[in-house]
């Protein structure tokens, strides 16, 4: 198994700034992933993060907006800028493990915009 | 905790029952399943997967069975304990592109009562 770290694991923000989300994996892994899970909700995915160039977004969700940055094969960030309440939401590191192939899934920042 | 499966569809079942829970995906391409356990303030949890070549796979306690033909997934958890109580997702694996990325359905909502 894996064991993904998020920090912060939740942050309370002023509308119009920006946040940055750290993902830690201890694990050899393949690829990474950030998904939105609004409240209620299923999970969306935001972008695929690739190591060292830009991440591949998903429709709807634009580079300006979450910039996402992997530096190394086990960490990434996600930025959540200029924040609005509609930005409210958890957002979710996940990361396919090179050895058996699951995608695991760290327990998520809980963003509330106000 | 967290208003996770807030707005969801919901399966409640007693204690001691068998539960099913069903999902239909939409890519007739997609080749890989898996069903995931969210619990309040967590993040997903690999359950069990299948692949496309198969229509059923047991694990402990639990069993998917996959039918292509009318796309459609289902989680059965035998005599379903409190423990079981969380949100459950299904998710398909999509190649778009080069990318391999899991698509995750709308989720349901267990509810185990004594």
């Known amino acids: 198994s894996a064991v993904i770290s998020q920090k912060p694991s939740r942050d309370i923000c002023q509308r119009g700034t920006s946040l940055t989300i750290q993902c830690q994996v201890d694990?050899?892994?393949?690829?990474m992933f950030w998904y939105r899970q609004q409240p209620g909700q299923s999970l969306t995915l935001i972008a695929t993060?690739?190591?060292?160039?830009?991440?591949?977004?998903e429709s709807g969700f634009v580079i300006d907006k979450f910039p996402i940055s992997r530096p190394n094969l086990t960490f990434s960030t996600l930025t959540v800028s200029n924040m609005s309440p509609e930005d409210s939401s958890i957002y979710l590191c996940?990361?396919?493990?090179?050895?058996?192939?699951?995608?695991?899934f760290g327990e998520g920042s809980r963003l509330t915009v106000l | 905790g967290e208003s996770v499966g807030l707005h969801l569809p919901t399966l409640s079942v007693q204690e001691g029952d068998n539960s099913i829970i069903n999902c239909a995906y939409s890519n007739s391409a997609s080749d890989y399943f898996i069903w995931y356990k969210q619990e309040s303030g967590k993040g997903p949890q690999f359950i069990i997967d299948?692949?496309?070549?198969?229509d059923k796979r047991q694990g402990q306690r639990v069993t998917v069975l996959l039918n292509k033909t009318v796309k459609h997934l289902s989680l059965q958890i035998a005599a379903t304990q409190p423990g079981d109580s969380a949100v459950y997702f299904c998710a398909e694996k999509e190649a778009e592109g080069g990318y391999n990325k899991l698509i995750f359905g709308a989720g349901t909502r267990l509810a185990v009562h004594p």
């Open positions: 299948i692949r496309s070549n198969m």
């Open positions: 993060a690739n190591q060292g160039s830009e991440a591949t977004y």
């Open positions: 694990s050899q892994v393949t690829m």
């Open positions: 996940s990361a396919l493990v090179i050895w058996t192939g699951e995608l695991f």
